[in-house]
């Protein structure tokens, strides 16, 4: 499961904005992005593909679904 949470740093804890469902004693691993961070998720993906291909969002339903639109 992945949840993303905004939260604040205050006095050595991090105090999350909302709860979060997770029963307590749950073990978790975090990654920490400050929020005036631009940061994209997505960046780590960005570029892996090595098909060749340019067009990808132009004809992502082709590819994806092997269908071509009406």
Same mark, same amino acid.
């Given at each position: ?18 709860p979060i469902?997770? #029963? ?6 975090l990654t920490? =992005?400050?929020?005036? &961070?631009? %940061? !994209?998720?997505?960046? #780590? ?8 291909? =340019?067009?990808?969002? &132009?004809? %992502? !339903? ?5 269908k071509t639109?009406?």
């Amino acid at each position: 499961m992945t949840i993303t949470v905004e939260a604040k740093y205050e006095n050595g804890k991090l105090n999350p904005a909302r709860p979060i469902p997770l #029963a307590e004693g749950t073990q978790v691993q975090l990654t920490i =992005t400050t929020a005036d &961070e631009d %940061h !994209d998720p997505l960046d #780590a993906v960005i570029g892996i593909c090595e098909s060749g291909r =340019t067009d990808g969002a &132009e004809n %992502h !339903d082709k590819y994806i679904y092997g269908k071509t639109r009406p």
